[in-house]
Structures are given as C-alpha cells and as structure tokens.
T-cell receptor, first 112, second 113 residues
Framework: NAGVTQTPKFQVLKTGQSMTLQCAQDMNHNSMYWYRQDPGMGLRLIYYSASEGTTDKGEVPNGYNVSRLNKREFSLRLESAAPSQTSVYFC???????????FGPGTRLLVL | GEDVEQSLFLSVREGDSSVINCTYTDSSSTYLYWYKQEPGAGLQLLTYIFSNMDMKQDQRLTVLLNKKDKHLSLRIADTQTGDSAIYFCAENGLTGGGNKLTFGTGTQLKVEL
C-alpha cells in the first residue's frame, strides 16, 4: 500500500496563476482532509470530505476549492494564487471523521 | 473554542529522556494523539491514548494523560538523534463541529550529542 500520495511535491507559481493539488489514498478510507502548515501555526484545516460526495469548509477555506472526485481522490484548487498561500499543503485520510488520520508527504508551494 | 498548546522547543542530550507536554481545553475528547514530523516529511502517527486511560506504554514511548488538568505528555526514553523532529499533539473533541482533529503548534525536539 502506498498510503496517501500527493502531487506535485514542489510548485512555484506567480500571483494570479491557478493550480490543482492532487491527493489519493489506497486505504479505502471514507474521510479525506486538506491542511496547510505554516511556521509557528501548526496545521490548519482548509477543507475536508467526510464521505464520497460531500465536502465541508474547515478553518481557513478562503481562496481554495476542493473536489472529492471519488472515494480515493480529493483535490485542492487555487483559482488565483496569492503570496499568502505560500505554504506546505498536506492531505490526510481517515476511516471516519474524528478517527486516526494518515498523512501524505506534502506539497511545498511558493507563490511569487 | 478548542485550543491545544505546546511549547515550541525542547533540547536534550542523547541518551537522556525527553518529555513533551501538551494542554488542551476540550473535555469531550475521546482520543488524543501524538504525531511525529521529520524534516521535509508528512506527519507520522506515533501513538494515541483513549481518554479513559491514564497511561500507555509502547517501547520507548510513554504517554501520560491527566484528564482532570487536561494535560497530555509524551516521554521518550533513551532519546536518540533519530528522534529529532517536530512532535504534534492532537485531540478529537466535539468543539469545532466534531469533524476534525485539532492540532497543537508542534514542539521541535533537538537531540544533541
């Protein structure tokens, strides 16, 4: 099992450009999550999907959209990137909400 | 709202014990977790404790939970250089809609020779 995979690993964008971060899990988990990690701020939840077909806002959803494409895949889209979105983005999955989460390796995004 | 607090840094010498502390505010938590993040990597689940337990031991790791004081600690015995990482505690209380884990800001553990 690969667990949770994320692509790309690194990305540099110019302000105003768009991009989609991809996440996939092979553990047959129902719930998936997107976090951002910034120095001194820990992990902040952007969006989550409790089950296939549902998505909900987390703590910091502004400037992002998500798609739960199927049970395996959960993508995060930045429509118009801003320097404040420079961060490390982590995808995670769990069998059910509030249960143990398993994390991907992260995507490092720099917005110039 | 929910809050999970940790000190930012801890430095220990190789072979000593490390104790990383965490306080939380949500008394409805059913599970509390410790995750480890090595440089450039994602978070790796280290261990977890059910809220009705006081202690859990797993090889070099000991988790202590004081539910009355809402205090969680992680003790690493015989700390090695490979233990250098950021350690996050997390809880799954009902505050915040009960739909997520709430993470602390992380404690950076530095192990010196």
């Amino acid at each position: 099992n690969a667990g949770v995979t994320q692509t790309p690993k690194f990305q540099v964008l110019k302000t105003g450009q768009s991009m989609t971060l991809q996440c996939a899990q092979d553990m047959n988990h129902n719930s998936m999550y997107w976090y951002r990690q910034d120095p001194g701020m820990g992990l902040r939840l952007i969006y989550y999907s409790a089950s296939e077909g549902t998505t909900d806002k987390g703590e910091v959803p502004n400037g992002y959209n998500v798609s739960r494409l199927n049970k395996r895949e959960f993508s995060l889209r930045l429509e118009s990137a801003a320097p404040s979105q420079t961060s490390v983005y982590f995808c995670a999955s769990s069998n059910e909400v509030k249960e143990t989460q398993y994390f991907g390796p992260g995507t490092r995004l720099l917005v110039l | 709202g929910e809050d999970v607090e940790q000190s930012l840094f801890l430095s220990v010498r190789e072979g000593d014990s490390s104790v990383i502390n965490c306080t939380y505010t949500d008394s409805s938590s059913t599970y509390l977790y410790w995750y480890k993040q090595e440089p450039g990597a994602g978070l790796q689940l280290l261990t977890y404790i059910f809220s009705n337990m006081d202690m859990k031991q797993d090889q070099r790791l000991t988790v202590l939970l004081n539910k009355k004081d809402k205090h969680l600690s992680l003790r690493i015995a015989d700390t090695q250089t490979g233990d250098s990482a950021i350690y996050f505690c997390a809880e799954n209380g009902l505050t915040g809609g009960g739909n997520k884990l709430t993470f602390g800001t992380g404690t950076q553990l530095k192990v010196e020779l």
